[in-house]
Each structure stands twice: as structure tokens, then as C-alpha cells.
């Protein structure tokens, strides 16, 4: 488990999973730093990414960039900029059991190597050239709308 946290929010998290009597099968790790994430996510068979608002989920284009297919809720911004790969594995928001059987799936299945060569892929599409030119590009359309 990855993310920011303050201590008193970590220990609230670790004491729920002990509570749930998972926490012996979670790795914690509040506050790590950028190479550190990205090292997890590269060793990671999956991400599961449970935001229920978002705007453009960077962290899941960081997860497929490094292989790693994730499983989030179907928000608009995970349909609207991820809709070109099955890397992305949706399901319904606030579904805390689809979210647990489409991991366990894709775990069972063994797709992870798969879906994580397609998410290699399907970041590989945004680069800061191909972003500047779609700024510059949505700039010409709106300077042309005269």
C-alpha cells in the first residue's frame, strides 16, 4: 500500500487492516518517495487504484509505463483517458468487491505480463512532445476560430 499519509492516518490504515487480519499480507509504505513508487510499480503484478475523483490519475499512466495493469473505478477520468487499452481494468464506482474479484482475476489469470506490455505501449503515447503538440495544435484551432 502506497500513498501519503500522516502518521496518525498510517496507524488509523494499519490498524484497520490488522483489523480485517490482512495487514500481514500488505506492505506499507506512506510517504515513500517518487523512485520508490515507481520501483514498486515496476515490481507490482497489479495496481489497484480505488479514487473516486480524479481528474487525470497520473499514477495509473506511471503504473502502466512501468508494466504494471491497473484496476480502478470506472470514474469519467479513467473512461475518458484510458479508454484505448485494456490495460485499464474498470469497474462500477464505490464496487469494493468488483475492484477485489477483477484483481484476483487478473492475478488467477496470469494477464498481468500481457496487460502490462499493452500499458508499456499505450503510455509510450504521451510524451511531452506529443503533449505540446496538442496544446499547440488545440491553440492554432482557437486563434483560427475568429
Do not use: H
Not at 490498524?15 to 517518487?34: M, P, Q
Not at 495493469?69 to 468487491?97: C, E, M, Q, S, W
Amino acid at each position: 500500500m502506497v500513498g501519503s499519509a500522516s502518521e496518525s492516518m498510517a496507524k488509523e490504515v494499519m490498524s484497520y487492516a490488522a483489523d480485517l487480519g490482512v495487514a500481514s499480507n500488505i506492505e506499507f509504505r506512506f510517504n515513500a518517495s517518487s523512485d520508490e513508487v515507481l520501483r514498486l510499480l515496476a515490481s507490482s503484478k497489479a495496481f489497484v487504484y480505488p479514487s473516486r475523483a480524479d481528474a487525470f490519475p497520473l499514477v495509473v499512466l506511471e503504473s502502466l509505463s512501468c508494466g504494471t495493469p491497473v484496476v480502478a473505478y470506472d470514474i469519467p477520468a479513467i473512461r475518458f483517458n484510458y479508454a484505448g487499452t485494456r490495460a485499464v481494468i474498470r469497474v462500477r464506482p464505490l464496487d469494493v468487491k468488483g475492484l477485489v474479484n477483477e484483481t484476483y482475476e487478473l492475478l488467477r489469470s496470469g494477464d498481468w505480463d500481457r496487460l502490462g506490455r499493452e500499458g508499456v505501449e499505450f503510455s509510450k503515447r504521451f510524451t511531452w512532445d506529443n503533449v505540446a503538440r496538442a496544446e499547440w495544435s488545440a491553440f492554432e484551432r482557437i486563434a483560427n476560430e475568429e
